[in-house]
């Protein structure tokens, strides 16, 4: 099995006012694993299993919430790693 890299965006409460992504996931599976990173506009790709929620949505009071991450076009989603990418430090990048 190939490694498979699935991305979602998580927008402010107003979508169509926010154009920028507050930040994005990635979920990345190989054969043995998979992890979840995020990154936003002040930091590199960092491991966080708490965003899987933008994934699969979490449990809340004991009542299900949908997933809080929107799948976005691959385009869009490199063009703001990129834009993101020139203000984090070296140590954020990876």
Same mark, same amino acid.
């Given at each position: 099995m190939a490694t498979t890299?699935?991305?979602?965006?998580?927008?402010?409460?107003?979508?169509k006012e926010n154009k920028e992504p507050l930040s994005i996931a990635r979920m990345i599976t190989t054969d043995t694993t998979n992890y979840i990173?995020?990154?936003?506009s002040a930091h590199g790709w960092i491991l966080n299993p708490d965003?899987? #929620?933008?994934?699969? *949505?979490? =449990?809340d009071n004991g009542y299900g #919430?949908?997933?809080? *991450?929107? =799948?976005m076009p691959q385009k869009f989603i490199?063009?703001?790693?990129?834009?993101w990418s020139?203000?984090?430090?070296?140590?954020?990048?990876k």
């Amino acid at each position: 099995m190939a490694t498979t890299i699935d991305y979602r965006v998580k927008f402010g409460y107003n979508p169509k006012e926010n154009k920028e992504p507050l930040s994005i996931a990635r979920m990345i599976t190989t054969d043995t694993t998979n992890y979840i990173e995020y990154c936003n506009s002040a930091h590199g790709w960092i491991l966080n299993p708490d965003k899987a #929620s933008m994934f699969f *949505g979490s =449990v809340d009071n004991g009542y299900g #919430s949908p997933p809080d *991450g929107e =799948v976005m076009p691959q385009k869009f989603i490199d063009g703001w790693v990129d834009i993101w990418s020139k203000n984090w430090t070296k140590d954020s990048l990876k």
